[in-house]
């Protein structure tokens, strides 16, 4: 105490005693906090590599809307677990337990039409033949720079080459070529919207 007081005496201000105690904090490291988030990090880090490998790479995979809130979930509670001293490394791995459970009980239920509906966006033609559609592409908020950049990586010399360009639901476009004069079959897009 009486080293404080000196200290501000010395510094003549509270103010800039207390910014230097908080500067101190913010590099304070406990050998226990060390040690006990040495092991906590180890324990997330394997229980989410056992996790992925049980449900699956698709959790981080190319991602539908739900995949994204399930990654953004998954990354809060790894946060969560490490930084927080009031989450245990039990409890975080409960927690990534439950989302990852979830998400494939997610995936179980997609199968069911309306409620596929209701979690995915529904793939949007971009362009059909040599046909850009514009309101589809602000729909689907792709610029023209973007369809080009795509129709250039799908090798397409020429617009006359495209039988069909589609915006997946996992936010991929997909270019469908005119390599033969047969027509896409119908089931390929079945669940595309036109227009």
């Known amino acids: 105490m009486i080293a404080v007081i000196v200290s501000i005496l010395q510094t003549g201000s509270v103010t800039d005693q207390v910014n230097m105690e908080n500067l101190y904090k913010l590099f304070e490291i406990k050998d226990t906090s060390v040690l ?5 990090a180890l324990g997330i880090y394997i229980s989410v590599i056992l ?4 449900f699956g790479k ?3 995979s190319k991602m539908s809307s739900f995949d994204f809130a399930m990654t953004v979930a998954i990354g809060s509670i790894i946060a969560s677990t490490l930084l927080s001293a009031t989450v245990s490394m039990i409890e975080g791995i409960i927690g990534l337990t439950i989302v990852y459970v979830l998400q494939i009980s997610a995936a179980l239920f997609r199968r069911i039409d309306w409620v596929q509906n209701l979690m995915d966006n529904s793939p949007l033609l971009l362009m059909e033949g040599n046909e850009i559609l514009e309101d ?3 729909k689907a908020r792709v610029t023209k720079s973007d369809l080009r950049s795509k129709l250039r990586e799908a090798n397409v010399t ?3 080459q495209v039988k069909s360009v589609i915006f997946e639901t996992t936010g991929d476009i997909s270019v469908l070529h005119k390599e033969d004069n047969l027509p896409v079959e119908p089931w390929l897009l079945e669940d595309v919207l036109i227009k």
């Not at 996790?51 to 049980?54: F, G, K, Q, V």
């Open 158 to 160: 020429r617009l006359d």
């Open 36 to 40: 006990q988030l040495f092991f906590t």
């Open 51 to 54: 996790l992925t490998r049980i």
């Open 136 to 138: 589809n592409l602000r």
């Open 58 to 60: 698709r959790s981080f």
